[in-house]
């Protein structure tokens, strides 16, 4: 069984940076597709970013492009989040995603595209 353990937020002034990582255990790494998702209080999981498999495709929300860079490790089994020029509205849960199957692509942006979650991490920026 897949488990997903993020850690990298805490509390950040607004145009500052974090790198957000995350650990996969129970199954083979380079095999999954991977994503970060976010979650502000009130509001939808909103897609953020994601990765495939093979590292060969990459891609972005609308808000955080230019911004944000993920990365993964097929080596270490771990994704990463660079978060540069954070804004307030970036404040949230981040959420590290994998799916099954390394492929995925630019419409493979909704929670229900993704099978395992890890249990969050919180991110505040303040302004």
């Known amino acids: 069984q897949v488990r997903l353990d993020e850690s990298g937020g805490g509390l950040v002034q607004a145009g500052g940076s974090l790198r957000l990582s995350c650990i996969f255990s129970?199954?083979?790494?380079?095999?999954?597709?991977m994503g970060w998702f976010r979650q502000a209080p009130g509001k939808e999981r909103e897609f953020v970013a994601s990765?495939?498999?093979?590292?060969?495709?990459?891609y972005y929300g609308d808000s955080v492009t230019g911004r944000f860079s993920i990365s993964r490790d097929n080596k270490k089994n771990m994704l990463f989040l660079q978060m540069n020029d954070l804004k307030t509205e970036d404040t949230g849960i981040y959420y590290c995603?994998?799916?099954?199957?390394?492929?995925?692509?630019?419409?493979?942006?909704?929670?229900?595209?993704?099978?395992?979650w890890g249990q969050g991490t919180q991110v505040t920026v303040s302004s």
């Open positions: 995603a994998g799916r099954r199957g390394w492929w995925l692509g630019a419409d493979t942006n909704r929670p229900q595209d993704f099978d395992s």
């Open positions: 129970g199954g083979i790494f380079g095999d999954h597709g």
């Open positions: 990765i495939k498999g093979d590292a060969g495709g990459l």
